[in-house]
Structure formats: C-alpha cells, structure tokens
C-alpha cells in the first residue's frame, strides 16, 4: 500500500483543480479514503506526458479501487498459491493463450489474477468482468479456490 506522500507523487502536482479538489494533495488524500478514484483526475488520464504516472497509479490503487468497484478482494492469509483462480479466471484465458489457457502462469502483463512469492495478486482489475457498467457475476475464481481465499463484498 503506497503512502499518502507516495500517491502524491504519481498525480500531476500542478493544483489544477479540476477534481474538484483545491489541491493534488487533497486528491491524494481522497484517494486513499475511496473518496476519488483515479479517473476522476482529467489531466492524468487525458495527457500522454502523464501516461507512466497513470499506469503506476492506476496500478497502485487497483487493490483499493477494484474492492470496491468489483466486490473482490484476496485473504492473503488463506491463500497457499495453488492457481487454480489464475487458470479458471476467463479473462486470464482469453488475453493469454499460451499460458493460462494451457494451464501455466501467465506469459503476459494483461492477468487480473496472477500468484506471486506463492500468493495471489490482483492486477489490471479493470479487467475484471465484475467491473464496470456492463459487469457480469462471474464467480470463476471464488468457485475454484479450495480455501476461500478470494471472495465478493
Ligand atoms: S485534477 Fe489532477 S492535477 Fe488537477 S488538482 Fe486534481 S489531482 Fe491535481
Ligand atoms: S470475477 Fe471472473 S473475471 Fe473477475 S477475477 Fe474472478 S474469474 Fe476473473
Ligand atoms: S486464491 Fe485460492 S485458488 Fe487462487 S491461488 Fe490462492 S488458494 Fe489457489
């Protein structure tokens, strides 16, 4: 989990206000308390010049920002690295055919689920059928995990 300080650092830091917030720092705050998202800030998803702090946010808030878009969230602490959600994800299996889809870990960045030092990790959750509008109820990964590690809030 990055710091406040941290978060800051990936915004523009130009004060803009477009957030509707006086200042980045704010934003950072509200970031951290659900209260923004990281969409909610014009100049870092629409300027090219911010692209590598976009990606390293949207990243580093995936953990807060996909709980509470998705419902999903990971008990590190039951998690024993079997797999199981990283081959049954659908998403997983379609943008990576030559690994998830044969059964192997993931051969490229775009995994929502993937097992790291032997515990699952959600990235890219934007991804996930769940999020977003147009979400499904898909259930792949709780329904295959023989620990109930991964569940829906
Ligand atoms: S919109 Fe973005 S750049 Fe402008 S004040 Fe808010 S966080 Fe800072
Ligand atoms: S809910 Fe479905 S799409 Fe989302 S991570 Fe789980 S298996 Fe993948
Ligand atoms: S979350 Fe469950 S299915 Fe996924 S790796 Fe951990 S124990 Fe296995």
């Not at 978060?7 to 206000?17: D, E, F, G």
């Not at 951290?32 to 692209?51: F, I, N, S, T, W």
């Not at 998830?100 to 790291?116: C, H, Q, S, Y």
């Amino acid at each position: 989990m990055l710091s406040v300080m941290e978060i800051y650092q990936l915004t523009p830091k130009t004060n803009c206000k477009k957030c509707g917030l006086p200042t980045c720092m704010a934003f950072a705050v509200a970031l951290l308390g659900k209260e923004k998202k990281v969409v909610d800030c014009p100049p870092l998803m629409e300027e090219a010049k911010y692209q590598a702090k976009r990606e390293k946010l949207i990243e580093a808030m995936a953990p807060i920002e996909g709980a509470s878009e998705t419902g999903l969230i990971i008990h590190e602490e039951k998690c024993y690295g079997c797999g199981n959600c990283v081959v049954a994800c659908p998403v997983n299996v379609a943008n990576d055919p030559k690994g998830t889809a044969l059964g192997f870990g993931p051969t490229n960045d775009k995994a929502i689920l993937v097992v790291e030092d032997g515990v699952v990790k959600c990235l890219n959750v934007e991804e996930c059928r769940r999020f977003g509008p147009n979400k499904i109820l898909c259930n792949a990964c709780t329904a295959t995990c023989p620990s109930k590690a991964i569940e829906f809030v």
